[in-house]
């Protein structure tokens, strides 16, 4: 009776620790992959919406629209939730930025600008306030004789709401599959073991 025991209390922390291992493993590159997924969606939105800045720049420049025009609807154009957009020009001095309450501390450090002016896609994580935010910076061309070059940079503050709920929901789908398969394998190791009761 006590090696029978002792086998089956062996045969299921095995296997329960086994797949333990498993699933955090799993969570892991679940989170990675999450992670990568919404970088590329920042990436995806800043082209687009510099795709739709360069249009908008041009139209301004060819009519030679005032400057207060241009914020004014580019305060339009760039007012989106949980981002705040910035232009710098070819002298990295800040054109435009977008209006929103409660993230005034955001500073774009010169580097970042410079880099996306040389060509480079720029994408970093900073902290503000004990937020994590995401920056994506890209070159933007704007066909005008004032100032050809520019550069937009989108920061996205929503960033740690969104890794909290993806990390909640992990935890929690972890722990249920724990939980039900550390039944299973109880019965299916109590099953195997029974063979050497006597």
């Known amino acids: 009776m006590c090696k029978r025991k002792s086998i ?13 291992t498993s699933l955090v493993f799993f969570g892991i590159i679940f989170n990675y992959l999450v992670h990568n997924v919404f970088f590329n969606s920042a990436k995806e939105s800043l082209n687009h919406q510099r795709e739709q800045l360069v249009h908008h720049l041009n139209l301004a420049y060819e009519e030679n629209w005032d400057r207060d025009v241009i914020q004014a609807s580019l305060e339009l154009a760039l007012d989106q939730e949980d981002k705040v957009t910035f232009i710098f020009g070819q ?67 929503g960033y740690d709401r969104e890794a909290s ?3 909640i929901i992990n935890l929690i789908a972890l722990l249920i599959t724990v939980l039900f398969t550390a039944i299973i394998i109880f019965f299916v190791s109590r099953k195997i073991t029974s063979r050497f009761a006597k």
């Open 91 to 157: 002298d990295l001095e800040l054109k435009y930025k977008s209006m929103q309450t409660g993230i005034e501390d955001i500073i774009i450090e010169r580097e970042i600008v410079q880099s996306a002016l040389s060509g480079e896609e720029v994408t970093k994580i900073i902290r503000v306030q004990q937020d994590r935010m995401f920056i994506v910076a890209a070159p933007m061309v704007v066909e005008s004789d004032v100032q050809p070059n520019h550069v937009i940079v989108s920061v996205l503050h």
């Open 165 to 167: 709920q993806i990390k």
């Open 8 to 20: 089956f209390l062996k045969l299921f922390l095995t296997t329960l620790l086994i797949l333990f």
